[in-house]
């Protein structure tokens, strides 16, 4: 039976391949055409066409409108049918397929659009001082020590796609004055003009173990860089410059330290296990404060406060609910993460100008397509654990004063007000109060996020009066 069924279907293969077979005995397929794209215009810009991966793209000025873009020149191969005609338009917000045939034989080559953008989006010099960019002005503003010779410094530069610029990146200029930079990119042109201004006492630092601004992680450099691009007079310093003595604080009124680690800093024990650059230089940090210095601290550099004699000399007053996810990990915001503002501090300076949402009692620090760590350093409130059976228990203990609660009525955000000739302190332990997102959902828009930069404006601003 098998052998019956095998000779009947060896018997249809035959006759199919006679019927495609001439009578010379070769195939009628047509398998020799050519389907290139010779040329192609949307809008009278003409593609740059790529035979090796079979792509075109069209260069566009830096603002244009893509998504009803008209094909004005097409070119294909003899004897060819495409898919997109001439006169054709096209939404080229997105890529688009082309598809040539010719006979039995067809390619497909992806037709794009790219803007011609030229734009700088990092200048750092001398691999450590990373200036500030105003995109819209088009103005950079390096602040440096006044230790550095600026008759002499090595800008690093990042910019656009495509582009290039004048004077080129790792060329050593004189910033006695400002200079200017061009960028070109085909259509676009931009002209930046860098200042750098030398500081002999910083009105602000922002401190963390690393050498560099450019060597801290995603997150607090994202702060960092908002700090030095808002506050006047404002520099990144490391443990190791403060214990140096390297700079003058005369004139510093507040050190923001913004401290993220994978996983968390979960506790008095961890704290001290991993802070040991912020810890060896607690007697600076002191110093500081009591001379009437004033600290921002936010995340994990919340626990400071407990070792440098703020709350006493009770060390164990470090924040007891910690927890937190790794940065690449970071969890998925639906929608707007918040938290509740202490009753009666609404009025308080911390909280002035928020973009407001349904609830006015809360602070709205998220939107959502925006990924968060989470990262959280708070006071467990109740009788079941933490040594603080109540709200006023914990600002007896602590000598703090409660700005900020979660839904459950854990601190976390306060203040430890100025006395005594020492400075005032805010701390926020809030998983909300996020900067870096690795990424961001389609759709994100930015609402509820600006928050997190009107109330560290806030705290600068109340802390320095």
Excluded at 93 to 118: I, Q
Excluded at 123 to 152: C, M, Q, R, W
Aim: aromatic share 10%.
């Amino acid at each position: 039976m098998k052998t019956k069924i095998f000779s009947i279907i060896g018997a249809i293969a035959l006759v199919l391949s006679l019927m495609a077979c001439s009578d010379d005995h070769t195939s009628d397929l047509r398998l020799d055409g050519d389907c290139m794209i010779e040329s192609i215009a949307l809008d009278n810009y003409e593609g740059t066409i790529d035979l090796t991966s079979r792509s075109i793209i069209v260069r566009l000025p830096e603002v244009y409108e893509t998504s009803a873009m008209k094909v004005t020149a097409l070119s294909v191969s003899n004897g060819t049918d495409c898919n997109i005609r001439l006169g054709e338009t096209l939404n080229m917000d997105a890529a688009k397929v082309l598809h040539v045939t010719n006979g039995d034989t067809y390619l497909d080559w992806t037709l794009s659009v790219l803007r011609d953008e030229a734009r700088i989006t990092q200048f750092v010099i001398n691999d450590i001082y990373t200036g500030s960019i105003d995109l819209e002005a088009k103005i950079i503003t390096v602040y440096v020590p006044a230790t550095v010779d600026i008759t002499n410094l090595v800008p690093t530069i990042t910019y656009s796609a495509n582009a290039t610029v004048s004077p080129a990146s790792g060329v050593a200029q004189d910033f006695t004055n400002p200079v200017t930079y061009t960028v070109t990119n085909n259509t676009a042109e931009s002209t930046y003009t860098v200042t750098v201004v030398s500081i002999n006492k910083p009105k602000a630092l922002f401190i963390g173990s690393a050498a560099t601004m450019n060597d801290l992680d995603a997150e607090a450099k994202e702060a960092c860089q908002w700090m030095l691009g808002n506050m006047e007079g404002s520099l990144y310093a490391s443990f190791a410059d403060l214990r140096a003595g390297t700079l003058d604080l005369s004139e510093c009124k507040v050190i923001w330290w913004h401290w993220h680690v994978d996983g968390g800093v979960d506790g008095h024990d961890v704290f001290a296990a991993k802070a040991t650059d912020a810890l060896d230089t607690k007697n600076e940090l002191r110093q500081f404060y009591e001379n009437g210095g004033a600290l921002f601290l936010t995340r994990y550099a919340t626990n400071l406060p407990s070792f440098i004699g703020v709350t006493g000399d009770d060390e164990w007053t470090t924040p007891n609910n910690c927890w937190g996810q790794d940065e690449d990990k970071a969890e998925l915001c639906g929608g707007p993460w918040s938290f509740r503002i202490f009753d009666g501090m609404n009025d308080h300076p911390f909280y002035q100008g928020l973009v407001q949402g349904d609830n006015p009692q809360e602070v709205y620090c998220t939107d959502a397509g925006y990924h968060i760590t989470n990262s959280t350093a708070q006071y467990h409130i109740g009788t079941d654990w933490g040594g603080y059976n109540d709200h006023a228990a914990w600002e007896t203990r602590t000598g703090g004063k409660i700005l900020g609660v979660g839904g459950d009525g854990a601190v976390v955000a306060w203040e430890y007000p100025a006395h005594d000739g020492k400075g005032g302190i805010i701390c926020i332990g809030s998983g909300c109060y996020d900067w870096y997102s690795y990424t961001f959902e389609a759709g994100y828009t930015e609402k509820f996020h600006k928050n997190i930069e009107i109330m560290t404006q806030n705290a600068f601003n109340y802390l320095t009066k």
